[in-house]
C-alpha cells in the first residue's frame, strides 16, 4: 500500500497574484505579516504583494530580513517581532529561504521555543498559524512541501523539520514574478530542482505514485531550464519552470531525497553556499557513484530526456550524470574550488556528511567516508 501526501491550494499561472485578496477574505485574519528578503523587497516584487495584501487587510507589517540558508536565532529574532506585531496570518515572498523562514514562525507561534526541538520527522504538536507561499523562484519547492530547512549556528549544521503541519494552506505560482531572477540564480534554483526530481526518482522510498512526478518533472525543467537561463524574459519558459517545480515537489514530498542533499546541506552549513549551487556541484558526481544500485532507473531518467544511449546497460547507466556535467557548465554554475571550498576542507565536510539524516534514503546505501571524499575531489 502506498501513501501520497499534497497539502496545499494552488493557484497558477501569470496573474495568480491577482487572487491574493480573495484568497485572505477567506481567514479571519487581522493582521498579516509578510516576510522577504531585501532583495525581493528592492526588485520591487514585496511591494505587488504588499498592494494585493493591502486591498484585503489594513493592518500589515513587512519584514524584509531574511538571508540565505536561515538560521535558528533568525528564527527566534522574527518570532519576537511577530508576536509584537500580534501577526494572525503569514505571506511568504521569495525563494526556499524566506518560505522555510514563515515556515519555522509559524510554527513557533503555535508550539514553545526553541526552534531546534523540532528538527526531525513529526515532532511538531500544533498546526502553525496559517501560511500562503508566493514563490519568486522555481527550484526549492519549499512553498508546496512540509520541509523546512535551517542552520543550527551552534552545532554548524543544516537540518531539516518535516512534518505536514507546516506545509502552506495556499501556493500562489505566478510566473510573472520570476521576470527579473538573474540568471545566475534562475541557473541554481533549477538545478535544485532538478536534483529533487533525480534524488526522488531513485529513492528507496520512491512509488509509482512518486516517480510519476519525479520522472515529469525532470522533462519540464530539463527543456526549459536553459531557456528561462539564456533569456529571463521568455515567460512561457518561466511558466513551465514553475509547473515543472511544483510537479517534482510533489514527488520528493513523498520520496525524500538522498545523498546529494546530504553534501549540499554540509557545504551550506560550513562554507554558506546557496543551496541550488551546492547541489549542482556535486550532483553529477552522486549519479555516478549511485549508477550501478539503480542503474535501470538512470537509463529511464535518460530515455525520458531523450539522451543518446549505447545499449551498453552499463555505459547508459552513466548518460544522466554525463549530460548533467554538461548542463551544470552550460549554466555556469561555479565549481566547489570557484565557490572558496579547499581540499583541506573535504576531511571535515565527509565526516559530517556521514551523519545526515537524509543518507538513509540514498539508493546506495553502506556509503563510506572514502566515498564522500571521492566525490567531493571530483567536484573540486
Given at each position: 500500500?502506498?501513501?501520497?501526501?499534497?497539502?496545499?491550494?494552488?493557484?497558477?499561472?501569470q496573474?495568480?497574484?491577482?487572487?491574493?485578496?480573495?484568497?485572505?477574505?477567506?481567514?479571519?485574519?487581522?493582521?498579516?505579516?509578510?516576510?522577504?528578503?531585501?532583495?525581493?523587497?528592492?526588485?520591487?516584487?514585496?511591494?505587488?504583494?504588499?498592494?494585493?495584501?493591502?486591498?484585503?487587510?489594513?493592518?500589515?507589517?513587512?519584514?524584509?530580513?531574511?538571508?540565505?540558508?536561515?538560521?535558528?536565532?533568525?528564527?527566534?529574532?522574527?518570532?519576537?517581532?511577530?508576536?509584537?506585531?500580534?501577526?494572525?496570518?503569514?505571506v511568504?515572498?521569495?525563494g526556499?529561504?524566506?518560505?522555510?523562514?514563515?515556515?519555522?514562525?509559524?510554527?513557533?507561534?503555535?508550539?514553545?521555543?526553541?526552534i531546534?526541538?523540532?528538527?526531525?520527522?513529526?515532532?511538531?504538536?500544533?498546526?502553525?498559524?496559517?501560511?500562503?507561499?508566493?514563490?519568486?523562484?522555481?527550484?526549492?519547492?519549499?512553498?508546496?512541501?512540509?520541509?523546512?530547512?535551517?542552520?543550527?549556528?551552534?552545532?554548524?549544521?543544516?537540518?531539516?523539520?518535516?512534518?505536514?503541519?507546516?506545509?502552506?494552506?495556499?501556493?500562489?505560482?505566478?510566473?510573472?514574478?520570476?521576470?527579473?531572477?538573474?540568471?545566475?540564480?534562475?541557473?541554481?534554483?533549477?538545478?535544485?530542482?532538478?536534483?529533487?526530481?533525480?534524488?526522488?526518482?531513485?529513492s528507496?522510498?520512491?512509488?509509482?505514485?512518486?516517480?510519476?512526478?519525479?520522472l515529469?518533472?525532470?522533462?519540464?525543467?530539463?527543456?526549459?531550464?536553459?531557456?528561462?537561463?539564456?533569456d529571463?524574459?521568455?515567460?512561457?519558459?518561466?511558466?513551465?519552470?514553475?509547473l515543472?517545480?511544483?510537479?517534482?515537489?510533489?514527488g520528493?514530498?513523498?520520496?525524500?531525497?538522498?545523498?546529494?542533499?546530504?553534501?549540499?546541506?554540509?557545504?551550506?552549513?560550513?562554507?554558506?553556499?546557496?543551496?541550488?549551487?551546492?547541489?549542482?556541484?556535486?550532483?553529477?558526481?552522486?549519479?555516478?557513484?549511485?549508477?550501478?544500485?539503480?542503474?535501470?532507473?538512470?537509463?529511464?531518467?535518460?530515455?525520458?530526456?531523450?539522451?543518446?544511449?549505447?545499449?551498453d546497460?552499463?555505459?547508459?547507466?552513466?548518460?544522466?550524470?554525463?549530460?548533467?556535467?554538461?548542463?551544470?557548465?552550460?549554466?555556469?554554475?561555479?565549481?566547489?574550488?570557484?565557490s572558496?571550498?579547499?581540499?583541506?576542507?573535504?576531511?571535515?565536510?565527509?565526516?559530517?556528511?556521514?551523519?545526515?539524516?537524509?543518507?538513509?534514503?540514498?539508493?546506495?546505501?553502506?556509503i563510506?567516508?572514502?566515498?564522500?571524499?571521492?566525490?567531493?575531489?571530483?567536484?573540486?
Amino acid at each position: 500500500m502506498n501513501r501520497f501526501y499534497a497539502g496545499s491550494e494552488i493557484v497558477f499561472g501569470q496573474g495568480a497574484l491577482d487572487a491574493l485578496p480573495g484568497l485572505l477574505s477567506e481567514y479571519r485574519a487581522r493582521r498579516v505579516m509578510i516576510i522577504c528578503d531585501p532583495g525581493v523587497r528592492a526588485a520591487g516584487i514585496a511591494e505587488l504583494v504588499i498592494e494585493q495584501v493591502r486591498r484585503q487587510i489594513a493592518h500589515v507589517f513587512v519584514f524584509d530580513g531574511v538571508a540565505p540558508n536561515p538560521t535558528n536565532a533568525l528564527v527566534e529574532q522574527t518570532v519576537t517581532q511577530a508576536k509584537e506585531f500580534a501577526a494572525d496570518l503569514f505571506v511568504a515572498v521569495g525563494g526556499g529561504s524566506g518560505i522555510d523562514l514563515a515556515k519555522a514562525v509559524s510554527l513557533r507561534m503555535t508550539n514553545p521555543g526553541p526552534i531546534g526541538r523540532y528538527g526531525g520527522m513529526g515532532l511538531v504538536e500544533k498546526a502553525g498559524l496559517p501560511l500562503i507561499a508566493v514563490p519568486t523562484t522555481a527550484g526549492t519547492s519549499s512553498e508546496i512541501t512540509n520541509v523546512c530547512a535551517l542552520i543550527d549556528q551552534e552545532t554548524v549544521t543544516k537540518y531539516v523539520i518535516i512534518d505536514n503541519k507546516i506545509t502552506p494552506d495556499r501556493v500562489i505560482l505566478d510566473p510573472l514574478l520570476t521576470k527579473s531572477l538573474p540568471p545566475s540564480v534562475t541557473a541554481a534554483t533549477g538545478m535544485d530542482a532538478i536534483t529533487h526530481a533525480i534524488e526522488s526518482f531513485v529513492s528507496n522510498m520512491a512509488t509509482p505514485l512518486t516517480e510519476y512526478h519525479s520522472l515529469r518533472g525532470l522533462q519540464v525543467l530539463y527543456k526549459n531550464l536553459p531557456l528561462a537561463y539564456e533569456d529571463g524574459g521568455d515567460l512561457a519558459a518561466r511558466e513551465q519552470m514553475m509547473l515543472g517545480c511544483a510537479i517534482v515537489g510533489f514527488g520528493f514530498l513523498n520520496a525524500n531525497l538522498g545523498l546529494v542533499h546530504g553534501i549540499a546541506h554540509t557545504l551550506s552549513a560550513h562554507f554558506g553556499l546557496a543551496h541550488g549551487a551546492a547541489n549542482a556541484a556535486v550532483l553529477p558526481y552522486v549519479l555516478a557513484f549511485n549508477a550501478p544500485t539503480c542503474g535501470e532507473k538512470m537509463i529511464d531518467m535518460a530515455k525520458a530526456l531523450g539522451l543518446p544511449l549505447s545499449g551498453d546497460k552499463g555505459r547508459d547507466s552513466l548518460a544522466l550524470s554525463e549530460e548533467m556535467e554538461r548542463l551544470v557548465r552550460r549554466l555556469n554554475i561555479p565549481s566547489l574550488s570557484q565557490s572558496g571550498v579547499l581540499e583541506k576542507d573535504f576531511d571535515m565536510l565527509a565526516e559530517c556528511v556521514l551523519r545526515e539524516p537524509v543518507l538513509q534514503f540514498n539508493p546506495r546505501q553502506a556509503i563510506k567516508k572514502g566515498d564522500v571524499l571521492a566525490i567531493l575531489r571530483r567536484a573540486l
